[in-house]
């Protein structure tokens, strides 16, 4: 069965960095995302991308991150200046289509800012 | 703000019985109701999809969906210890060109022996 990988699988930075997490989603998915879980809490929906562009970001995305689609496959999230709050599991999802199509999820990037 | 609740647990349960997960949640324009499994460390796992009222079977699991009381649940028949983990449950609202799940904070099932 057709998979979301990312990786790396564990990214150690420190506070002031950029980092990239890297992402590639089902080959026939058309829209992908980014969500995040900070250790014992929920999974939070960080931004959604469809068509090359944003479709929707949360308050929690804001001007230190980014999303790109460099080419065919991949999909990367930028931070540009880690903060010690941003240590989590960071989630790339993809799915086919907006409405019924449940979101498949990679394996996830733990992101550790000291 | 779409809330999406469940209880945290931890629900125990011997091997061999039914766990019962609930969910509510807030969206009455919700359309579409997941159920995803956590494992400690790991990636949620789609577990069940339902889309309108009523009942939906898969294997050992049976979703549950009521619009009017805005309530989902999730059945586990003859649990096993490898069910243990965490059950997510996600509501999908539809926002620009996307879907956007909502996620509770999980109820953490424990099968005991």
């Known amino acids: 069965e057709p998979e979301v990988t990312q990786t790396p699988s564990h990214q150690v930075t420190q506070m002031g960095q950029e980092v990239i997490l890297r992402c590639v989603p089902i080959s026939n998915h058309l829209y992908f995302y980014w969500y995040r879980q900070i250790l014992g809490q929920k999974v939070e929906f960080l931004v959604s991308?469809?068509?090359?562009?944003?479709?929707?970001k949360s308050e929690i995305f804001d001007d230190q991150f980014s999303v790109e689609r460099p080419d065919g496959s991949n999909f990367t999230l930028k931070i540009r200046s880690t903060k010690l709050e941003d240590s989590a599991m960071y989630f790339c999802a993809s799915n086919r289509d907006r409405a019924n199509s449940p979101l498949h999820f990679g394996n996830g990037t733990r992101l550790t800012v000291t | 703000q779409k809330e999406v609740e469940q209880n945290s647990g931890p629900l125990s349960v011997p091997e061999g019985a039914i766990a019962s997960l609930n969910c509510t949640y807030s969206d009455r324009g919700s359309q579409s109701f997941f159920w995803y499994r956590q494992y400690s460390g790991k990636s949620p796992e789609l577990i069940m999809s339902?889309?309108?009222?009523g009942d939906k079977e898969d294997g050992r699991f049976t979703a549950q969906l009521n619009k009017a009381s805005q309530y989902v649940s999730l059945l586990i028949r003859d649990s096993q210890p490898s069910d243990s983990a965490t059950y997510l449950c996600?509501?999908?609202?539809?926002?620009?060109?996307?879907?956007?799940?909502?996620f509770g904070t999980g109820t953490r099932l424990q099968v005991t022996l």
């Open positions: 996600a509501v999908n609202s539809y926002t620009g060109t996307a879907s956007k799940l909502t």
């Open positions: 339902i889309y309108s009222n």
């Open positions: 991308f469809y068509n090359n562009e944003i479709s929707e």
